[in-house]
């Protein structure tokens, strides 16, 4: 895939540990905008978009933030959250001005121990950029393990 050298610059700062320790991108050797293409083929097919999967994701978020790092019933006790808060912030690699709290959500399904976790960037990134991270980066949210976990 063709690149612009806008878009070179932004992989390239993905894939660096400027932003998070890591990177964005994992081991992943596809470009930024492959994942996001390939990640967003991963929703249609189960007919969900980004938009749809954040705003699960944020309303978890609010649920869980209540319980100051003890788990909460949701969704009447067919998933609990918890909320891990961690000093420090995070920024948009985008260049979206203001931070994120450096806050971990844990969502379980207690029938089936099935848990998905993810950030306050994590949900941006994906509302505003359908970016869920490259594989083998810490924080990627696995699109089909979402949807199966916070929707279906
Ligand atoms: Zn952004």
Redesign the pocket.
């Known amino acids: 895939m063709k690149m612009s050298p806008q878009d070179k610059k932004l992989d390239e700062m993905l894939r660096s540990s400027a932003l998070v320790a890591g990177g964005f991108m994992g081991d992943d050797q596809r470009s930024v905008f492959e994942v996001i293409e390939a990640d967003a083929a991963t929703l249609r097919e189960r007919g969900v978009n980004a938009a749809m999967l954040a705003q699960r994701m944020r309303e978890l978020t609010e649920t869980a933030k209540q319980g100051l790092g003890t788990w909460v019933d949701a969704d009447g006790g067919a998933m609990r959250v918890m909320s891990e808060e961690y000093k420090g912030i995070l920024v948009?690699p985008?260049g979206?001005t203001g931070h994120f709290d450096k806050r971990i959500i844990i969502a379980e399904r207690p029938a089936t121990g099935q848990t998905l976790s993810w950030t306050d960037l994590n949900v941006?990134l994906i509302e505003?950029?359908g970016f869920f991270e490259g594989k083998g980066s810490a924080f990627r949210v696995e699109p089909e393990q979402a949807v199966r976990i916070l929707i279906e």
């Open positions: 948009c985008w979206h941006h505003a950029h």
